[in-house]
């Protein structure tokens, strides 16, 4: 079951998440004031510049759409990425906890769900639907994929490890690539 429908209001699995996320990100933060840090984190936005260490929190949330205070600054992030500024970092991560920015390239780069192919006079085409992809890392092992678009859409891939330590997230991911697996020809059993 999706917990997660309404995108307008936080559900008590998003804010669990979130919770679960710091909490799991403060342990590894050197300093004792390491959990009002990151309280602080959610109770101050700046308008002017964006805070990795908060993005980082906001994009390992189960969605971070379903949680008001992480709109604006993902959205000021998706904004600067647009228009080529850097990615921002969180000093105060700590070893192994770290978001990265790679832009998207079809079809390496680019998952299948959202790559278009076409044939021109030249040979194969391809694009993505996305512009980049956003990585967040959680004592090294990949915890959750951001796809973003210039027009401000997203869509994240949670890993297993993700999505055992959230219980509940956004399964658009998940449900666009079973709908992609459900167009393809079935395998040939090498049987016959």
Same mark, same amino acid.
């Given at each position: 079951?999706?917990? !997660?429908?309404?995108?307008?209001?936080?559900?008590?699995?998003?804010?669990?998440?979130?919770?679960? &996320?710091? #909490?799991?990100?403060?342990?590894?933060?050197?300093?004792?004031? $390491?959990?009002?840090?990151?309280?602080? &984190?959610?109770?101050?936005?700046?308008? *002017?510049? $964006?805070?990795?260490?908060?993005? !980082?929190?906001? !994009?390992?949330?189960? %969605? +971070? #759409?379903?949680?008001? @205070?992480?709109?604006?600054?993902? @959205? @000021?992030?998706?904004?600067?990425?647009?228009? =080529?500024?850097?990615?921002?970092?969180?000093?105060?991560? =700590?070893?192994?906890?770290?978001?990265? *920015?790679?832009?998207?390239?079809?079809?390496?780069?680019?998952?299948?769900?959202?790559?278009? @192919? +076409?044939?021109?006079?030249?040979?194969?085409?391809?694009?993505?639907?996305?512009? =980049?992809?956003?990585?967040?890392? $959680?004592?090294?092992?990949?915890? %959750?994929?951001? +796809?973003? %678009?210039?027009?401000?859409?997203?869509?994240?891939?949670?890993?297993?490890?993700?999505?055992?330590?959230? =219980?509940? +997230?956004?399964? #658009?991911?998940?449900?666009?690539?079973?709908?992609?697996?459900?167009? #393809?020809?079935?395998?040939?059993?090498?049987?016959?």
């Amino acid at each position: 079951m999706n917990t !997660l429908k309404n995108f307008g209001q936080p559900t008590r699995d998003a804010i669990a998440g979130t919770h679960l &996320l710091a #909490r799991h990100l403060a342990l590894s933060l050197p300093s004792l004031g $390491v959990i009002s840090a990151v309280g602080a &984190l959610f109770a101050s936005l700046q308008a *002017h510049a $964006v805070d990795g260490c908060e993005v !980082l929190l906001c !994009l390992a949330a189960p %969605s +971070w #759409r379903a949680i008001p @205070q992480c709109v604006p600054p993902i @959205q @000021q992030l998706l904004r600067d990425l647009a228009r =080529g500024k850097a990615f921002p970092t969180c000093a105060m991560a =700590g070893a192994g906890n770290a978001s990265s *920015h790679a832009w998207a390239s079809a079809p390496d780069f680019c998952p299948p769900p959202y790559t278009r @192919q +076409w044939e021109g006079p030249n040979g194969t085409f391809y694009s993505c639907d996305y512009t =980049g992809a956003i990585d967040v890392r $959680v004592n090294g092992e990949p915890f %959750s994929q951001t +796809w973003w %678009s210039v027009s401000g859409d997203t869509v994240t891939a949670f890993s297993p490890l993700a999505k055992a330590q959230l =219980g509940a +997230w956004d399964t #658009r991911f998940d449900d666009d690539f079973a709908a992609w697996l459900a167009t #393809r020809p079935a395998a040939a059993d090498p049987r016959n």
